[in-house]
């Protein structure tokens, strides 16, 4: 057992023959190495005809991985089918968007409606459990791999039907909630209704449809369908190995699954992490922060990050010194408990082949990738069990939803502009550099631990919600919206009240109109003395009980409310009623943060993340984070020992951090 982070990542030896292993294994020592994901690729080598099964391949790299002291995380390989299976059985390949059947070819495509395919996966599963589950190399188990995408065959219009049959009940039901009548579209049958794709409701692509209730519908039930197919496998496996952790790789801010749905059915959440070119650090950092929240705020797995490059993307950037390591403790210091990389070896061929690794082609171990690599290896060595399973003690919640995102961006009207995860960013963003920490929750979580809860862009209010977020604000705490919050329900169909619907007693407002313009239009905002810039969105609000805290500055609406904020109980509900710029969005949530006390030591240091978590035994860590090129002269504001360094730090003392250099305090 690892009483410490566990490092290392995906490997395939099976690539290989067997003098490489020796080699790899080598490095992998010097490289601090302790953890294998293995098997995620091999379903064409572990069952290369349908009745014949041969483990010896995999029995030899645990075995292997046993020998050495290392442990696995042991995959099924249901993502990539083997060729054969393609073609007995072609209903295994998916039906895309625009309606075509595919052949055999690349990955992550089977249907998830397809018998076969369910009855194989499973099967392989079962095998496998039945072989490993006592391995003494087995530490987890890797459900398939990013699973994602969507299949528009007759047998997932079949299996949507009956989902809807479960979700409605009845056609009545059905009708009302898609609103049907609209363009005479009442189904009088279940097999009247088809997959909404290009072929049917959508035109210029997923995002346009002419009905997003049978839209919304089919990301849930495609949701749902994926998750049968894990849980299917899960269940193979806990007949053998009721014991052995499940998990399955996400993919952090991924929109065609809503991760909410799944998180219930995973053991621990993992994910892998390839930030978008040139985002600032506070967008991994969401995505850390949303995978953390899948499971209550139970310690995830980094499950993949490269440690140079991408292979995949048009450009493919290298990371350069030093961001590695920040990467990984930035993991860390949001709740990871494992930092593992895609890949150990680089690919001799294929697509990947200049995919960043661990070991290059030349499996030299004095390049800059394979010693930084290292360097963090005998870190985390170093800093052993200091901080597995601590939690993240946050007082501030960002709601993020699933149901939201999808209709905002498939909604025709306001504006196609607005992007979800954009506007859910500026806030996130704001709350970090101010040095607060953040739960990204479900709207279905507890939000009695909260003083502040920000739901930017939650464009369906669903269930008891309203009334939960009352209540934060009733006992005190601040609750903040945005621009397109709370306009309809689950359906998506509108609130046939005043907006914001069932969230406007909080908010103490009331908006008849909205204004949408392009991008490079500017809207002034007055924010008492500052004046800072909106754009997209403009909605025209109407004070019911709320104050005016900013107002626009230009055309007919000029002087109306932009940012209102409301008393309610003995706490505030705060309205921004546009897509205000980041120095405007830091504005109003400093200030909401700051009337619960909860502005960081150090949040004068927009490049100086912070984050805390708390050990099992009740120490408090605090990470710093430097994300500048250049080093950050701060004042310590309390003491602490550095565990990187062993160095204590008297309180008011200066405390340099390196260029893109990290600190974990113990505090005292
Ligand atoms: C994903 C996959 C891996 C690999 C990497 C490359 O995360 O899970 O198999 O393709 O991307 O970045
Ligand atoms: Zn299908």
Redo the contacts with the bound molecule.
Sequence with gaps: MTHKIRYGG?YNPEQWPEEVWDEDHRLFTQAGIDTLTVG??SWSLTQPAEDTYDFTVLDRILDRAAAEGRQVCLATGTAALPPWLARAYPEVNRTDFEGRRHRYGQRHNFCPSSPAYRRLATEMATRLAERYAHHPALIAWHIN??YGGACYCDLCAEAFRDWLRDRHGTLDALNDAWWTTFWSHRYTDWAEIEPPSALTEHWRGPDHTAFQGITLDYQRFTTDALLGCFTAEKDAIRAHDPDTPVTT?FMGLYRPLDYHRWAPHLDFASW?S?PPLDAPPTRPALAHDLMRGLKDGAPFWLM?Q?PST???RDVNPLRRPGELRLATWQAIAHGADAALY??MRASRGAC?KY?GAVIGHAGRDDTRVFREVADVGRELAEIGDATLGARTPSRTALLFDWDSWWALEISDGPSRLVRYVDVVHAYYRAAREAGADVDVVPVTADLTPYDVVLAPALHLVKGDLAERLEAVARRGGSVLATFLTARSDEHDRAFLTDLPGPLAPLLGIRIDEWDSRPADVVQTVLLEDTQVEARLVFEIVQLRGAQAVGTYGLDFYAGTPAVTRNAFGAGEGWYVATALDQPGVDRIVRRVLSRHDLIGPYADQPALETATRVTPDGTLLLFLLNHAPVPAHLTAHTTATDLLTGKRIERGEPLTLDPLGVAVLRLQ
């Design positions: 995906d995620v690729f791999n990013e790789n892998d390839y993949e490269t991408t292979a995949c895609f890949q990947e995919h």
